[in-house]
Each structure stands twice: as C-alpha cells, then as structure tokens.
C-alpha cells in the first residue's frame, strides 16, 4: 500500500504555503477572467495542496505517465484551483493562468481532456467518481498496478442519485485503491446544502454502504495527511475523507459566505485585499517539498491480432443483439485491451458470454446504468476499449454521462439492444425508440444499426478499431443471414441491396426494416414497379453520396422506414444529407406510443411493414 507519510512541521508549512498559493492564484484567475468559483476553490485548496505536493505520486512533467495516480476533480466549477496545481508542479507556467476561461487558452471553465492533465471532462456533477471506480477497477483488476485514483466531490453534488450508484458499487468491487473526498463546504449555489456541516449525517451515510469513512477538518493539513496514509493502508474497502470545509477560506471577507458562489472578485482594491490577506498568510522558509515520484514505467503493450470472420452460413438466423455477443468474445480473442460492462441484462445482450470467457475483463454493474457509462469513460481513459451494453431505453437514463462521455471524446462504444416496436410483447417502457436521435445529437459520435449476423459482426470489430465513442444498435428478434461472411463494411458506408437502370424510387433502410423493405421490393417488382433498396447500416457517419447517387438515379425520391419515432431517426438523418439538393423524402417511422403485441403485428400496426411500404411506393410513383 506504500510508505508511511511523515508529518513534519517543515512539511506541513510548506503544503500550507502551497494551499495559499493556488488560493492566490485562483482569485488571480478568476478576477481576471471576470467570471468562475474563486470560493469554491479556496474551500479545497487545503485538500488540493495535500495530495498534490505530498500524497499523491505521479511525474509532474508528464501527466500521461501509466502509473501516475489518478486524481479528478468532480466538482469541476473549481478547475482554476486544478490548473493552479499543475502550473504549480511546474507543468506550465502559472502566468497561463490569466488566460482563463478564454476561447484562446484550453483551460477552460471547467475542465476537459483537452488538457493532457485531464482525463475526463467533469462539470456536469455527480460523475466523477463512476470515472473513479472505471480507473481504481483498471488498477486492481486489469493492470494489477499500486496506482491509487482520489476522486474530489463536493457536498452539493452527493445528494446526485449517480453518486450513490458508485459508492455501492466502489464497495461491491473492493476497491480500496480508491478514496473520495467530499468538500463539504456547507454552501450550494443558491442555498446552504442539505445537510450542511452534520458531519455525522456523512459519516453515517457512506459507512453504512460500506466505505471506509473519516471526518477531518479539511483545513487542518497535519490531520489530512494522516487521514490519507489511512487510506492508503485501508484494504478490502474505499476510503472516502468527509472534509470539513469552509466556502472562500482564507480571505475573511468572503468566507463561509452564502452570497460568493460563482462570483469573481471585482478588479482593483477588492481583489487586491484578498490576494494581501492571503500573502500575509505565508509562512517563512516553507516552500521546500518533493513530489513523489511513480514506482515503475508500467506494463508493456500486448499484441492485438485480427478477428476471424464470422461463422455464419446463408441458412442461419440470429438476432443481432446475439450476433455482437459472438463478436465480443471474438474480439475479446484478439484485443487484451477489449473490455466489457453490463448492468445486469447480460443474458439478454449476450455479453454475458464475454463475461464467462474473460472474467476479469467483464464489470457487472447491476441496474446501475449511470455509473456503467462513467466507469466506462475511466476505464478509457486508462487506455482500455470499453464495450457498454444494456436495453437502447435504458441508456436514457445514463444520457447526461453520454454527453459528458462525447465531451471528452472517450473512447468508448455503447450497445443498445432490444430496439423498436419489433421487440413485442413487453410494450413501450422497454422499446428503444428514441436511440438514434439521443446519439446522432451529439458531435464525432458514431452511429451503426447492422441488419443481420455478418453485419454485426463486422460492425464491432470497426467500432473497437475506431477512436472514439460509438454506438451500435441491436435488435430482439431473429432475422436472415443477409450478406457473405467476406463481405466488409466501413463506417460511414451502406449497402445498394437491389437496384437497376428502371428504378423509380430509393427505399432507405437499417436493421429489421431492410427485410420489410426487400418484402416489398418483390411484391412492387411483381407489379411492374422497380425501386432500388439500400442498407443504410452507417446512420452516422451516413454515405451521403450513395444516396445522392440513388436519388438521382430514381427521379429525386427517397423513401425512408425505420423502427425508431420519427423525429430525429433515420429519415431525419438521409434528409439532412440529401435535402438541399432538391430531393424528396418520404418517411415511414413510429409516430404514436406503441402498445404490446406481437412483433409482426407491431411491425405492421404502426406503419413500417412491407405492406405499408409497398402502398406509400405505389402513391408516390
């Protein structure tokens, strides 16, 4: 677990020193920014100045060392006060820090992975500690390293229900190479927090789910340094520190003060009585620290080998949600990197044969589907390839950490499984139908609706090789072995599934509704009508030439079917690619709350079958 920290007078006034220091170079920042949490940082500062110059062990001129300790700042509204640490460790120089807030300078108002010393975006509160448990769980379970990741919260954001997902689960998976401190400050936004300074009502609270957990003044530098050496040596469980904190500590003014939150000191004399209220706080001859180095250089890369192909034949049928199970495990085969969560749907997004194959690359995280995304966005970060499954509707709820999860351009790939109204019986609280819009709304966001076994296949074995977040859909049921097991398939593609020179209108189609729509190519052939059907299995990035082609090629017609609502599907996707060239869209989509049924009758009932295909083609040619 380490060597004991020694306290010592000498090394308690030069952290103190340091402390005033980031407290002076927050107010700096801020002030001239004309904007930020100038209080909010002098509340951690102590905390911050404690694990940077002391506990922590990492290189401060290379922040991507493997085995640096991780630490991220979850109450993101305090970034000048990270940023001041890190000019303060000597990786940039602190006058950067007058920049602040401004669109030439990456330190932004709160922090992203634009700066190297930041491995995910944070601001959005409640999320950091799921990106704590990802990066502790990648330490203890995969890289079975003695890298320690500290998480700093502050008391507004644990009443977030997220927060809670991640205590039970930072106890499920014992990780006591993880340790959380709250700043609890007293002082929320726009009113004092819940439980203000009840420290007993804390320490209650996250021992009874199982934490090891220590109330300290968090000013008081001496007892921080025990509390962490504590940590340290705790095994079998998290450690959080409960940190009794006062909001804009150290300048007399606004300390403790419910009116400061997210207020700028004002240039001239207000700023300068605080910064000279703060220097007269520092302490002679305590400027003399030594930053723990990290133990070792870390593991070496293993060998990524390729895939085999699929091994489906022309006669099998298989749901696509099965389909990337097979993949998984096949990928898992050929990348160490390749890892997989679930919350507990595992049976029926079948990673659960991932699960049994790789044990210790599988992280069940029970219905707990905000802390499954953060903790994937952590393990990313630690240079994993997370693959995050659970039913498509489910993954609204862990929507806020997707967005956050783009904002940070992690590397991850979400699975949503049990799709549209062709999932059946079990009604509209459990049809994905809203998926598509939810992930194409977000920026350099990937997204993929495969219609058969080879597809699938193919598709998660891209989404693995390509950097950046994806998402693939997958549905319930069976359906036909469509392509050859040869074929291939690029983001950003699709596949012209029937055509010729006669072709009268382009029918758009992804996932189940490409069988609906090669149904109704037959029966409008039979009735002397050609159209020309494609795959579009790429919705995002989307094969605007294809299409353009295809349009051209059938009088400026596209027909769109998709089991998705309409607003923000498929249909909405080729329109924004062709409508500017004077193309016309028709688009069948859900337009109405499903109700339960069988899924052929759903299919059919709500406008997206092969029968209603065939008689929206007959009236637009």
């Known amino acids: 677990m380490g060597s004991a920290l020694v306290s010592t007078p000498q090394l308690v006034a030069a952290i103190e020193n340091k402390a005033t220091r980031l407290r002076i170079q927050s107010v700096i920042a801020t002030t001239e920014a004309g904007s930020g949490h100038p209080s909010s940082c002098c509340s951690a500062a102590d905390i911050v100045a404690t694990l940077f110059f002391s506990v922590m062990r990492y290189d401060p001129k290379n922040p991507k060392h493997p085995t640096n300790d991780r630490f991220i700042l979850s109450k993101g509204h305090a970034a000048p006060l990270l940023y001041a640490a890190w000019a303060e460790a000597g990786l940039f120089d602190g006058a950067e820090l007058r920049r602040l807030r401004t669109l030439e300078s990456d330190l932004e108002g709160h922090p992203t992975p634009r700066l190297p010393f930041v491995d995910v975006a944070t601001g959005s509160l409640g999320q950091g500690l799921a990106a704590g448990v990802g990066m502790a769980l990648n330490a203890k379970r995969l890289d079975r390293s003695e890298v320690r990741t500290y998480v700093l919260l502050g008391d507004g954001e644990s009443v977030e229900g997220s927060v809670w997902e991640?205590?039970?689960?930072?106890?499920?998976?014992r990780l006591d190479n993880l340790c959380a401190i709250v700043d609890v400050n007293r002082l929320g936004q726009s009113d004092p927090t819940m439980l203000q300074h009840d420290m007993e009502a804390y320490r209650s609270r996250w021992a009874g789910f199982g934490w090891h957990a220590m109330v300290v003044d968090g000013h008081?530098?001496?007892?921080?340094l025990a509390a962490f050496d504590e940590a340290a040596r705790t095994e079998g469980s998290p450690t959080v520190l409960l940190a009794r904190t006062f909001k804009g500590r150290g300048i007399s003014f606004i300390e403790d003060r419910p009116d400061w939150h997210g207020k700028?000191?004002?240039?001239?004399?207000?700023?300068?009585k605080a910064i000279d209220e703060l220097t007269r706080q520092l302490k002679p001859d305590g400027d003399q620290l030594e930053i723990r180095r990290p133990d070792s250089a870390g593991q070496g890369a293993k060998p990524v080998k390729a895939m085999p192909p699929p091994a489906y034949k022309s006669t099998d049928s298989i749901a696509t949600r099965e389909a990337f199970g097979d993949a998984l495990v096949a990928l898992g085969e050929a990348n160490p990197l390749v890892v997989a969560l679930d919350a507990d749907v595992k049976n029926s997004t079948f990673t659960e044969k991932f699960g049994k194959r790789f044990p210790d690359r599988f992280f069940e995280n029970f219905i707990a589907e905000q802390n499954m995304v953060g903790a994937a966005v952590g393990l990313a970060a630690c240079g994993k390839i997370?693959?995050?499954?659970?039913?498509?509707?489910?993954?609204t709820r862990a929507y806020d950490f997707i967005r956050m999860a783009a904002i940070s351009k992690a590397n991850i790939k979400l699975v949503g499984t049990h799709v549209g109204v062709s999932i059946g019986e079990d009604g509209p609280s459990q049809m994905g139908l809203e998926d598509i819009a939810m992930m194409a709304a977000q920026p350099e966001v990937v997204v993929l609706y495969p219609a058969d076994g080879v597809c699938t296949y193919?598709?998660?074995?891209?989404?693995?090789?390509?950097?950046?977040l994806v998402y693939l859909r997958a549905g319930r049921p069976k359906s036909p072995i469509l392509y050859e097991t040869t074929d291939t398939f690029a983001i950003g593609g699709c596949k012209v599934l029937r055509h010729s020179l006669s072709d009268q209108l382009t029918i758009v189609a992804a996932g189940i509704t490409v069988f609906e729509a090669l149904k109704a190519y037959d029966q409008l052939k039979a009735a002397g009508i050609a159209v020309r059907v494609i795959d579009l299995y790429s919705v995002v990035p989307i094969d605007r030439a294809t299409l353009l082609e295809s349009a051209t090629a059938t009088r400026g017609r596209i027909l769109t079917v998709e089991d998705h609502y309409a607003h923000g599907g498929l249909g909405d996707a080729v329109l924004s690619a062709v409508g500017t060239e004077g193309v016309r869209v028709y688009?069948?989509?859900?337009?109405?709350?499903?109700?339960?049924?069988k899924p052929d009758e759903l299919v059919d009932r709500y406008g997206i079958s092969a029968r209603v295909i065939v008689e929206t083609a007959k009236r637009i040619v």
């Open 386 to 395: 997370p693959f995050v499954a659970t039913f498509a509707c489910f993954l």
């Open 220 to 224: 008081d530098i001496a007892a921080l």
């Open 458 to 468: 193919r598709l998660v074995e891209a989404a693995a090789s390509h950097r950046g």
């Open 264 to 272: 700028a000191l004002k240039k001239g004399d207000e700023t300068q």
């Open 166 to 173: 991640s205590v039970e689960l930072g106890r499920h998976f």
């Open 587 to 597: 688009k069948l989509a859900v337009r109405e709350i499903p109700h339960s049924g």
